[in-house]
């Protein structure tokens, strides 16, 4: 089973991560389950996720906004957010947005290119698991977000800026 | 100079044995090259033609004689001897060695010094005018600013991943001398409605393949609105930021695309957002950082003194040096004094181990231990007492850093170019050089005038050839080197960026061809006219005529 860290611990990912291409049929044949699904599939589908067994979650990819589906982001237990490549840094942008203005209290989730070295930063913007790339030491990445004890900016973890700090 | 407290100690030697860590997994072959590309990157080194290249930053261009010394250290025992000055207040080093440079990072961080963000998609060093807190025509000093802006930037988790690096420049001066308006972001301190100091800032300037003139965004924020305003400004870019074109991926081609009336309205509604957070300024950080940049134990009170007079008088050298490399301090008795590191025969902006100790032990005698490098790539001794001047300039004499030809045709800006850099399409360093020999006459020089010649090996434009006066641009043509010429660029107040001339010339007919350009300048100069001046008047036609002209 994929891992993923919560909480600077391994667990097992109950969630399961629909991509693109995926039909409505999935939710007949596969019940009881937990899907991230992508946010035109959710738009799509609303009746038939409605019907469905398990929990339901989405996923944005670095090009949609967050903003664009504001009305809706508190039904979502956990809202997923995709890296296609981990250098592509329109998701920590998003994970802003979500813990700013937003208000989004549920759980942000860090996925696809998710890489060890990136981590620190992706836990400032607000990301709170991480489902690390299959080739990624679990333990090494839990490290990884200690790099730093502290950091300038106000952001997610430390609400104010060190200058207000000290 | 603004001095680390344990905070950002702690972060400096938390990011030395971060990277000590990502460069051994890399030599393991546990990261790809890929993956660690944009952290050695946000680290200063690259690889080169011949090894990996360090950037040290140097924020805001200011050092102090112990990190001097330091520069020295790392010259002499991980380069071939010397580093060379950048044109945005940087030092690099061409031939460290991959593995070693952990270690260097560790050296550097022993004087509160460090290569991060100085290369990578990121927040790059924050620069300024070099004469920051002692020019006369000053609103306020920019530094502390710098340094605001210097802490919110380093290791700003949400933007290390930009579609492109990012580059912010801060004047506070009335002239202009930090390229401000050809920067991503450029501030300037400036006088509100309420005659309080505040900020007007521009986005979306910049030079590489495509340069653009920054255009105002915030006519006017007060002081401690300045952090909330610079991150809506890179909230928008890191969301909406071209990443599917390298070439098309920095702020100037968003603002050009979506509109500056467009792009402001997106920034505006996302400042409202955030305008008065936590990252709002508060009286008492503007207050600390300030604190940093006070006033030096001035003890000379008289201009002209006595001593300098006759010095002056008897020692003609001495007196060209005066006339070029040393000018105004706002405090009565004082003088800056500008090393040129414009020597024939050596790259612009390079620096030799030995020099450097020179230049801290020059710093610590004369200007209270502390130094400036600016865009041009010269470096700056900026409180000098005036009857010290003679002395110091007995000194630098002794160590080949009394270039007397600060702001004439010969201190020109220059990349490393292809003998060095990766990117390069042609060589730069011998057009500097070729030029300089060409223009040897001191009078002759001074007879020119100010007039700035900016070289770049290739479009990227780190030697700013699109805002020289004249502008040179190494291209490649089918496997030669080829050099383009512009005219009529500044990146002053006035800024402007150069026209093409024509077709490009080849290697050895450059010093002609800039022999020629002088020619048409002087032929059409009214008394007192600089070389900008005199091109803006008549254009360029006159030049092309002269320089294209067929032999009869």
Avoid at chain 1, 59 to 82: Q, R
Avoid at chain 2, 450 to 464: F, K, R, Y
Wanted: negative net charge; aromatic residues 10%.
């Amino acid at each position: 089973m994929p891992k993923l860290i919560r909480n600077r611990a391994v667990e097992n990912d109950l969630w399961t991560v629909l991509k693109e291409a995926t039909g409505p049929e999935v939710l007949k044949v596969v019940l009881n389950k937990n899907f991230i699904v992508p946010i035109r599939f959710w738009e799509t589908y609303k009746s038939e996720i409605e019907e469905y067994s398990g929990q339901i979650a989405i996923w944005l990819d670095s090009d949609e906004m967050a903003s664009d589906i504001e009305a809706e982001l508190h039904n979502f237990p956990l809202i997923a957010l995709n890296f296609p490549v981990f250098s592509d840094g329109r998701s920590y942008t998003n994970a802003r947005e979500l813990r700013g203005h937003l208000n989004y209290q549920g759980e942000i989730r860090a996925i696809g290119d998710v890489l060890r070295d990136q981590l620190f930063y992706m836990s400032r913007c607000g990301f709170n698991t991480f489902a690390i790339r299959h080739d990624q030491d679990p333990n090494a990445c839990i490290q990884a977000l200690s790099d730093f004890s502290t950091g300038y900016q106000a952001c997610t973890v430390e609400a104010e800026p060190l200058f207000r700090r000290f | 100079m603004y001095q680390y407290n344990e905070y950002d100690h702690q972060m400096l030697t938390e990011r030395v044995a971060q990277f000590r860590d990502q460069t051994s997994r890399y030599l393991d072959g546990k990261l790809t090259e890929t993956e660690f590309l944009p952290l050695r990157l946000q680290n200063g080194l690259y690889v080169q033609r011949l090894a990996p290249m360090l950037r040290v930053a140097i924020p805001y261009g200011l050092l102090s004689s112990q990190q001097l010394r330091k520069l020295a250290f790392i010259a002499r025992h991980y380069d071939k001897g010397y580093g060379h000055i950048t044109t945005r207040q940087n030092i690099q080093f061409n031939w460290p060695q991959l593995e070693d440079a952990p270690d260097i990072l560790a050296h550097l961080a022993e004087v509160e010094m460090h290569a991060i963000q100085t290369s990578g998609n990121c927040i790059r060093n924050t620069t300024t005018d070099q004469f920051a807190g002692v020019a006369v025509d000053e609103l306020e000093d920019s530094r502390p600013y710098c340094e605001i802006i210097r802490q919110w930037s380093t290791f700003h988790p949400e933007f290390a991943y930009l579609p492109r690096k990012f580059k912010i420049a801060v004047c506070g001066t009335a002239v202009d001398q930090a390229a401000t308006q050809v920067h991503d972001i450029g501030v300037y301190l400036v006088s509100g409605p309420e005659q309080q100091v505040g900020f007007r800032i521009l986005a979306g300037g910049g030079l590489g393949r495509t340069p653009v003139i920054g255009q105002e965004i915030f006519p006017f924020v007060e002081k401690k609105h300045l952090l909330t305003a610079l991150e809506a400004i890179l909230r928008i870019y890191n969301r909406q930021g071209r990443r599917d074109n390298k070439y098309k991926a920095r702020i100037k081609i968003l603002v050009k695309e979506m509109g500056i009336e467009a792009f402001k309205t997106k920034v505006i509604e996302e400042w409202q957002r955030i305008k008065d957070g936590p990252q709002t300024l508060t009286e008492k950080e503007i207050e600390r950082c300030k604190s940093f940049f006070i006033e030096l134990p001035y003890t000379a009170t008289q201009d002209n003194p006595d001593t300098l007079t006759e010095a002056l008088q008897k020692e003609p050298l001495f007196l060209n040096w005066y006339r070029r490399n040393v000018k105004q301090h706002k405090r009565p008795g004082y003088a800056i004094a500008t090393i040129a590191l414009k020597e024939t025969g050596t790259a612009p902006g390079d620096v030799t181990d030995v020099q450097l100790e020179h230049i801290a032990d020059l710093s610590d005698e004369y200007s209270f231990g502390e130094a400036r490098v600016s865009h041009r790539q010269n470096v700056v001794l900026a409180d000098v007492a005036q009857e010290e001047l003679y002395a110091l300039w007995q000194q630098l004499r002794n160590q080949s850093l009394a270039s007397e030809n600060l702001e004439l045709l010969t201190d020109m800006i220059c990349c490393p170019g292809g003998d060095f850099c990766a990117l390069a399409n042609a060589k730069s360093i011998p057009i500097a050089e070729s030029i300089q020999r060409e223009f040897s006459n001191h009078d002759q020089l001074l007879d020119i005038g100010e007039i700035t010649i900016n070289i770049s090996g290739c479009m990227n434009a780190c030697g700013h050839h699109h805002v020289g006066n004249i502008g040179i641009l190494g291209v490649d043509k089918k496997g030669e080197e080829f050099y383009q010429i512009s005219l009529g660029g500044s990146s002053k107040n006035e800024a402007s960026l150069a026209k093409v001339l024509g077709p490009a010339f080849a290697e050895e007919e450059i010093p002609f061809v800039i022999r020629k350009i002088i020619a048409v300048y002087k032929d059409n100069r009214i008394d007192g006219e600089k070389f900008l001046g005199t091109y803006q008047r008549i254009g360029l036609e006159p030049f092309k005529d002269k320089i294209y002209a067929k032999a009869d």
